[in-house]
């Protein structure tokens, strides 16, 4: 049932509010530096992160010599860390002024003209689509299908999957509070639609983070460096219990098109054997596809290129 304009609204405010916090999160952060080895400096490797154990602790180890060791962390510890970067001053990354001081106004982040007053150099233009997109993504959504649990269940997936997008192609990391939040969230969903779907969707998450981790710890091995990162597999896992297995292998399929569609020309044209990208985004859409169009993507190639 459709809902109020009054539930409207307040559905996309939440959308923008959580977007204003996705993009709060990656303004003026930078990427950060590939993890060393502290006893030789080289490459870690964290193909011993093992699915699911590896939202609480991870098992690197150096691809140079024998170090190893086991990091534990839990979920009030990402949580917190998160809740810091979202409080640290905003630098412009024209001129690294603190943007925190008055210098950009609500209004203009939302108007998407935003400037820093001290060099003038645009900041704000993706983030204020970003607040835009998620606040109509949730209005609509609830306009058509009503503020019941199970919709805001799905928008607070999709909105995960943008964050990621985000995140990890600006910073090239997939927080843990996204992946697991999201996990958790699926299990709720999941549990509140019936013991099949409960099932379904434990099956889900176990080959989506196997898959992953699987190809992960053989390129590993393969190539002598990191192939696939911890965030991938945990976002895997995210997206196989709420699109169950068959909706994995779709998103699988569709992000490795993606990705190569996108990078195989960059690569060319930089003449690299190796070239670093950020799989989660191509992973999050292929993601989006699957949850939206799923079931006519997987009709369609039985038909079509099965002929059954």
Not at 88 to 111: E, F, I, K, N
Not at 120 to 132: A, E, H, M, P, T
Not at 158 to 178: G, N
């Amino acid at each position: 049932m459709p809902a109020s304009l009054l539930a409207t609204v307040v559905a996309a405010l939440v959308g923008g509010a959580l977007g204003s916090l996705v993009g709060l999160a990656v303004v003026g952060t930078a990427e950060p530096d590939d993890p060393r080895c502290p006893a030789c400096g080289g490459a870690l490797n964290f193909s011993w992160n093992l699915p699911f154990l590896a939202w609480f602790v991870q098992f690197p180890s150096c691809f140079q010599c024998s170090w190893r060791a086991a990091v534990w962390s839990w979920p009030h510890e990402w949580v917190r860390e998160h809740l810091a970067t979202l409080r640290r001053p905003r630098a412009c990354p024209g001129c690294a002024a603190d943007l925190s001081g008055g210098r950009v106004s609500l209004a203009g982040w939302v108007t998407l003209l935003a400037r820093c007053s001290a060099c003038g150099v645009r900041l704000g233009r993706w983030y204020g689509l970003l607040i835009l997109g998620l606040a109509i993504m949730w209005g609509a959504a609830v306009w058509h299908l009503g503020f019941a649990v199970p919709t805001v269940i799905d928008l607070l997936f999709v909105t995960l999957l943008v964050a990621i997008t985000v995140t990890d192609a600006a910073l090239q990391i997939i927080p843990h509070e996204y992946t697991f939040g999201g996990f958790v969230l699926g299990i709720v969903r999941a549990v509140l639609g019936g013991g099949d779907l409960l099932v379904a969707g434990l099956v889900g998450a176990l080959v989506g983070a196997g898959l992953i981790w699987l190809v992960g710890a053989v390129g590993s091995w393969w190539l002598k460096q990191e192939a696939m990162g911890t965030g991938d597999i945990n976002m895997m896992a995210m997206v196989g219990v709420f699109l169950g297995w068959k909706g994995v292998l779709l998103t699988i399929m569709l992000g490795s098109v993606l990705g190569v569609l996108v990078v195989g020309p960059i690569a060319l044209l930089k003449r690299e054997k190796y070239l670093k990208l950020p799989f989660g985004v191509f992973l999050a859409g292929g993601a989006l596809v699957a949850f939206l169009f799923g079931s006519q993507v997987i009709d369609w190639y039985v038909r079509v290129l099965l002929g059954a």
